[in-house]
Structures are given as structure tokens and as C-alpha cells.
């Protein structure tokens, strides 16, 4: 099985579960999980979360992320783009500084209210399935935080701009809503997802890519392993007497000075245990997120060539980048 995560460009006519079931049968296994949806239309960035990387769905859905959008003037649809059925269309009366002004506008906290056709729940039904069925229910608007919006492009109607934002933000949204603020009405023609956190479309790779690095024994490389997706987390590495407490998954005591709020934990053999929070008025570090199995502790000669390879990770440059606890 393998752990961590894979840079996924997810094409157009997909969906994020399309994606996690072609996967799920090229990589022959079934603990696959992607972090964040992506509509059907829209491409770019789905980083896939692999084995034990499936702990880090939730981590990465809460990531910024960057979006390249065209904005459509002058048509309002009800979806909020081009795939929807047009409501109205509007002449494009605006000038350039007004437009920059507008979207301009829209940088910083903001609160939105997210569109009927969305994979969001009321009354336990998704809100297009209430769309399809000609119902219109109130949406609670839901703070969003728009980091930066340029404007890469501009040749009315259409205005190509990238997006930096929070988590749960709809940019179909926020292209229907510049359309109404500039009272000419708007919609979102194309969508491409350039980055989530630190990963950059780029480095990302199609599904044809995937399966030929896999039949090629080659695909390793291109997997992040978990440790790695906390680089700004300091190491630890314990002392033998502390590793039947990691193994069993219990908080680790913690003497002398802090290196950090967040730590990465490791096995005194190297392996990588997970991520832990500082307690200080308990003098421990608590685990927030485990990422061994206890099979990763077995003698090796009570391990399988299949179970050793699914070791998490092995560290050992700990000794030189890490502290070691004693």
C-alpha cells in the first residue's frame, strides 16, 4: 500500500470521486481520499491523499488555495456559469477602472452566500438536488477570505483573474457577485486550480501519467510522504525508553527546552510516528495525528517483504536535523 500524497491534475468532465475511483484501480487499493471537491468543468490541483495520507484530507482541505478564473460579463446563469441555463443577459456598460475597482473590492473577509447548485447539505439533501427539483432554499452567507485578486486579463466581457483564498470558497460565486455589484450581471466561464498549499500545478500529473509511472515501478517519487507535508514542524526523535509509549500511541513527556509547539515525532529506530501538540501544563507533547501502525514495530523477522514496505517512513538523518529525547 502507499502512503502520502500524489499531485492530481484533474482534467475537465471529471469529478474529485472520479478521480479517487481510477486511482483506487490503478494503484490497486481502496484507502484513497482527495481534499477538496473540484466541479466537473474545472481542472487543475486535486492533491490525493494515499494509505495512512488519508489522515491529511481534513489538514489539506483547510489550505489556501489558487485559482485562475474567467470572469464573463454580462450573462447571469443559474449555476453561476457557463454550463448552467442563462437567466438574463445584460449589456456590458462598464469601463476598465470600474471594473478594477470593483474586484478590488472584494480583497479581504468577506461573507458568502454559496450557490443552490453546490454539494452542500440542507435538511440532509444536497443543495442541487434541491436546484433540479426547481427549488430555491435560503443559504446562510459563510465568511470567506479573498488573500489576493489580480487581474491577468481584460478584453470585455471577459476579465481573467487569479484568486488566492480560504477554504469553502466558491470563485463561481464570486463571479456572479462582481457582476451584480457592477450591475451588469456575471458569470464564471472557465476554472483552473493552480495551487493547494504547496502544491503547484506544475508538478501535478494527469491520470494517464499516473498509470504509466505505476506500471513502471516509478511513482514512488512522486508521492509526498507524510512527514514532508510539515516542514515547518521541528523533529523529534525518542529515546529507547520512550518507544513502547509511541507505540501504543500515548503522549510523550517532555523535559528542557520546547523546540516547537508542533512537533514530528520519530521511533528511536527512525520511523516516523506523527504529529504532536505541546501541552505545557502537562509537560508532554499530545499526538494530534498518528501515522504508524503497529505493525511497523514487528521484528523484521517477523515481518513480510509486503508489511516492511509499508513502513511509514524511515528517518535517519534524525540524528544530525533532530533532537533527540532522552
Known sequence: MINGVLNVYKEKGYTSHDVVAKLRGILKQKKIGH??????????VLPVCLGRGTKLCGMLTDKRKTYRAVLHLGIETDTQDMTGEVISRCPVE????EVEDCIRSFVGDQMQVPPMYSALKVGGKKLYE????GKQ?????????FYEIKILSMALPLVTIEVTCSKGTYIRT????????LGCKGCMESLLRTRVDRFLIEDSLKLSQIEKLAAKGCLEEHILLPDQMFPDCPKIRAGR???KMLENGNPLPWKGAVPGDRVRVYHSSGIFIGVYQWQKERGQYRPEAIFSSPQDFLPLSKLSQKSSENQIRIAPDLPETGKEQT
Open 35 to 44: 481534499t477538496g471537491t473540484l466541479d466537473p468543468e474545472a481542472q487543475g
Open 94 to 97: 462598464v469601463t476598465r477602472e
Open 130 to 133: 434541491l436546484a433540479r427539483e
Open 137 to 145: 432554499v435560503d443559504r446562510k452567507p459563510r465568511p470567506v477570505t
Open 174 to 181: 464570486l463571479c456572479h457577485d462582481i457582476g451584480e455589484k
Open 241 to 243: 525508553k520512550f518507544d
